[in-house]
C-alpha cells in the first residue's frame, strides 16, 4: 500500500459499519484459510465482492474480496505519533489524465523509439556521464536466482530479474547508463553467495 501507508504505520478500522464500502476505500480482509491481513484499497464493487489492488502495485488482485472476508474500513492511521485520515485514492478525473498520459507515452514510445534507441547506444558520451551520476546497485535473493537493483539517488532507474538476458533500464536513464559496466545477465542466474 506504500505511499500511502509505510512500515510501521498503525491503521485504525472504522468502528461498525457506516456507510457500504464503495470504490476507493482502503479495507482490512483476510482470505479463506489464512490468519495474516491485508490491507487493500478497493478498485470495484463486482458481484457479491470486491476487487482490490496495493496502491503500489499496477494490476489489481487475481481474487474478489467477499463480504465476510473483510475485517474492517480503515478510517485513520497512526504514523510517528500523528494521527492522519486515509487518502480515498485519486479522483476519476485524475485517473483519466493518468490513462491519457500512458497512451500519449505509449504512442511517443512507438514512433520515437528508434530515433531514442540510435541515440541510447550511438551518440551518447555514456563513458563520461556514468561515473557522474554515482550510480548503486542492491542485489537481492529470489528463489528463482539474483535481482539486480539500480539506483541513482534514491529513485530507482534500472534493474535486472532473475534469468533476464538484459537490464531493463528507464527514460532517459539509458541515455547516461553505460551496461557494459553493470553486473550481467550469466552473473544473474547464479545463486552463489553474494560477495
Excluded at 457479491?48 to 488482485?61: C, N
Excluded at 487518502?87 to 530515433?115: F, M, N, Y
Excluded at 554515482?134 to 535473493?141: E, F, Q, S, V
Excluded at 530507482?156 to 536513464?173: D, T
Aim: glycine residues 10%; contains cysteine; positive net charge.
Amino acid at each position: 500500500m506504500f505511499p500511502t501507508l509505510r512500515q510501521g504505520d498503525l491503521v485504525i478500522l472504522e468502528a461498525g459499519r457506516k456507510r457500504p464500502i464503495r470504490r476507493g476505500d482502503v479495507i482490512v480482509y483476510s482470505r479463506p484459510g489464512e490468519t495474516s491481513h491485508i490491507v487493500h484499497r478497493v478498485e470495484a464493487a463486482v458481484g457479491d465482492g470486491f476487487l482490490t489492488r496495493g496502491d503500489g502495485s499496477r494490476a489489481p488482485d487475481d481474487w474478489i474480496v467477499t463480504r465476510d472476508q473483510i475485517r474492517g474500513r480503515v478510517g485513520h492511521i497512526v504514523r510517528e505519533k500523528r494521527l492522519m485520515r486515509v487518502p480515498r485514492g485519486p479522483s476519476p478525473a485524475a485517473l483519466r489524465l493518468r490513462q491519457t498520459l500512458d497512451e500519449i507515452d505509449r504512442k511517443a514510445k512507438h514512433c520515437l523509439g528508434p530515433i531514442y534507441q540510435h541515440f541510447a547506444r550511438k551518440v551518447m558520451p555514456r563513458r563520461w556521464l556514468f561515473p557522474l551520476m554515482r550510480p548503486k546497485l542492491l542485489c537481492l535473493r529470489r528463489p528463482d536466482g539474483l535481482e539486480w537493483k539500480l539506483f541513482a539517488g534514491r529513485r530507482q532507474i534500472g534493474f535486472l530479474p532473475p534469468g533476464a538476458g538484459s537490464w531493463r533500464i528507464r527514460r532517459p536513464y539509458l541515455l547516461m547508463i553505460d551496461e557494459s559496466a553493470l553486473p550481467c545477465a550469466g552473473i544473474n542466474r547464479s545463486a552463489g553467495p553474494i560477495r
